[in-house]
């Protein structure tokens, strides 16, 4: 599996924004979602409504390119100079008024086995959006941590479950009494994505083994 970050969370706005920053912010985050990391946030910010949701895919993590928003930013303005004029009037007034963004988020890098939590908060500094604090934490790629993040692995789970359940072709009685043991097994023995076609022959022998009694 190729290494693709996806992720999601909250962006909030953080201490004084006025509705022409809220503007400002709208019309730079429209070119969020256009980069190689797709950022996105359906709504729109204002006075009322200082925190939006948002998800994304990319290649790279969450965090990586988040480091490079400013960078990314500044990029876009060569092509697109109004954005330039937004980005300075928000900067300014953020700096002027001590204002922050902050992104609350989880981000699983499945290529990597990699399943984090992080806290980001930008400032404004000189014309320029940085990062003052982060508090990124990594947590074990298991199916406990994925689904307890909301990743939507409950489908995926079930279906595997389901896919090592044919092998031993027991009737509904039996199929309904031993899935949760099955289940507890696949929490113990796979990770997340894992499918029952995609098992290697030593896994399934691994598992056959652990249920004997149902042959």
Same mark, same amino acid.
């Given at each position: ?88 009037? @928000? ?65 995926? @789970? ?55 009694? @149902?042959?």
């Amino acid at each position: 599996m190729a290494n693709c970050s996806n992720a999601y969370g909250t962006v909030t706005l953080v201490g004084k924004w006025t509705p022409v920053m809220c503007q400002n912010l709208n019309a730079l985050k429209s070119v969020w979602a256009s980069w190689t990391y797709n950022i996105n946030i359906d709504e729109d910010f204002s006075t009322a409504q200082c925190s939006q949701s948002f998800c994304g895919i990319g290649r790279l993590s969450f965090h990586a390119s988040l480091k490079s928003l400013d960078d990314w930013m500044c990029h876009e303005f060569e092509t697109k100079p109004l954005l330039a004029v937004a980005y300075l009037s @928000l900067t300014g007034d953020m700096e002027r008024y001590d204002s922050q963004i902050q992104f609350v988020y989880a981000d699983e890098e499945a290529g990597c086995l990699y399943i984090s939590t992080d806290e980001v908060t930008f400032a404004a500094e000189n014309g320029h959006l940085v990062i003052k604090q982060s508090c990124e934490v990594a947590h074990n790629y298991t199916w406990e941590n994925y689904l307890a993040l909301d990743f939507g692995g409950e489908e995926q @789970l079930a279906e595997l479950v389901d896919g090592l359940l044919k092998i031993f072709a027991l009737d509904k009685s039996k199929h309904d009494c031993c899935r949760g043991r099955v289940e507890e097994w696949v929490n113990e023995n796979t990770l997340p994505h894992t499918t029952a076609d995609s098992m290697d022959e030593e896994a399934i022998v691994k598992f056959s083994a652990a249920f004997t009694d @149902l042959t």
